[in-house]
């Protein structure tokens, strides 16, 4: 294992923890944007499965849907996706309680991609507010309640971008009064728009957008938003996106996929295409920050490379897919020790999946179209239950309200796991 690191810390108790923010991450109760409500991919759902029933996982609802790699936003009562249809490409609000389809709302033309078809991006729920931003980076404001739109914008092009290869899939992030995305171009792959008129705010960093979604961590005693693009890292400030910090971390075909997640005050950043991953320290001196490798493990032996998913930090340790080559068809389910780096347990060759945390353990979606359920123990891989439910898929459930939602490109899903 091709392991290097540059700077030891004691990290201490490395506990993921949403501290006070001067800048304040717009959320609803549920699952209401990409990756959970703070963007960690933990839920705070408890009193969930210990184990396995013995006649396999109750469904609750299917309901019939369409092509697309958006997940669930879930609050308010509501299921909101996005898939292609023959209006074009469609937000789609469904009933928590039984899957009735409440409105749907098409904000563009279908999109079609030679890496799959449909939009890439999962709605944001803030407010009364919907985000919805479509393959080609058009982002569009509809009510909740309602689905009608309230505004839309052609961001990339309205920046002189030019759309990622594989379709925009940056999920809007809303910061106060403000809803941000990647677009791309000259001082513009990152921009903010008002809420109420969408606006451009603020625009900030070089270069192509990559395919991240764009987070709201706390480093150093204040809200950095935290955008992957296509080279790298950058924390910007949200009241005006001032960058405050950068890291180059450019990777072949502009792959950096996964969101940067806050660990005990660092930054931790991972990109597939054998790329690999660094641990982030974030340090500020009168008005001036420095960033320092706390550790670093890249190349073709990383301890993990995360192709589109993004890893999960659960009391110290780090759990997520390290996917072997060039978008290849080995991939690793693997726990690391976030303080170093070094591997605690390692499934080889797993295969594709997402996942996320809730309740103490790790619920994974697989290519193959199962739930996986997984204790989340650095002491080794332990699995608590296995059962096909849906088609393919590159999304994770989203778990509310005792229930986990989950779409592949011909139904959305929700499991009862209270």
Not at 57 to 76: D, F, P, Q, T, Y
Not at 227 to 244: E, I, N
Not at 327 to 332: D, L, Q, R, S, Y
Request: aromatic share 8%.
């Amino acid at each position: 294992m091709y392991y290097h690191e540059t700077k030891m810390r004691f990290l201490g108790l490395l506990v993921f923890l949403l501290g006070f923010k001067s800048a304040v991450l717009a959320q609803s109760s549920g699952w209401n944007q990409f990756l959970g409500p703070d963007r960690s991919g933990i839920s705070q759902e408890t009193g969930l499965l210990a184990k396995w029933p013995t006649d396999g996982l109750e469904i609750a609802w299917r309901v019939n849907g369409g092509v697309g790699m958006s997940a669930v936003a879930v609050a308010k009562g509501r299921a909101i996706t996005m898939w292609n249809s023959a209006r074009g490409q469609e937000v789609a609000a469904l009933s928590l309680k039984d899957g009735t389809l409440l409105w749907t709302t098409a904000v563009a033309a279908n999109y079609e991609n030679s890496m799959g078809d449909g939009p890439r991006a999962t709605p944001t729920i803030a407010g009364q507010q919907v985000f919805a931003y479509t393959g080609e980076g058009i982002l569009a404001c509809l009510d909740v309640a309602t689905g009608k739109q309230q505004w839309s914008k052609s961001i990339v092009r309205e920046m002189s971008g030019r759309p990622a290869e594989y379709g925009m899939a940056c999920s809007p992030l809303v910061v106060d009064d403000m809803v941000i995305v990647t677009a791309g171009g000259q001082g513009k792959a990152v921009v903010a728009l008002d809420r109420k008129s969408g606006d451009i705010r603020w625009t900030a960093v070089n270069g192509l957008p990559g395919y991240s979604s764009t987070a709201l961590l706390e480093l150093c005693g204040e809200s950095h938003v935290v955008a992957f693009t296509a080279m790298g890292v950058t924390g910007l400030r949200p009241s005006d996106g001032k960058p405050l910090w950068s890291y180059p971390f450019p990777t072949p075909y502009d792959c950096n996929t996964a969101t940067p997640i806050e660990v005990g005050g660092n930054v931790f950043i991972s990109a597939g295409e054998n790329h690999g991953c660094v641990m982030l320290g974030v340090t500020k001196q009168a008005a001036a920050y420095t960033v320092d490798e706390v550790w670093a493990s890249v190349d073709v032996k990383s301890v993990m490379r995360n192709e589109w998913q993004t890893s999960i930090l659960l009391e110290g340790y780090l759990y997520g897919f390290d996917n072997v080559g060039s978008a290849g068809p080995v991939t690793h389910l693997t726990c690391i020790e976030a303080a170093t780096g070094k591997v605690a347990w390692t499934k080889t060759r797993f295969g594709k999946g997402n996942l996320i945390a809730a309740d103490g353990k790790i619920w994974i979606t697989t290519m193959k179209g199962e739930l996986v359920l997984v204790a989340a123990t650095p002491e080794g891989y332990s699995e608590i239950g296995r059962q096909k439910i849906f088609s393919k898929t590159r999304q994770n459930v989203s778990i509310a309200d005792g229930y986990a939602l989950v779409r592949d490109d011909s139904h959305v899903i929700c499991i009862k796991v209270k």
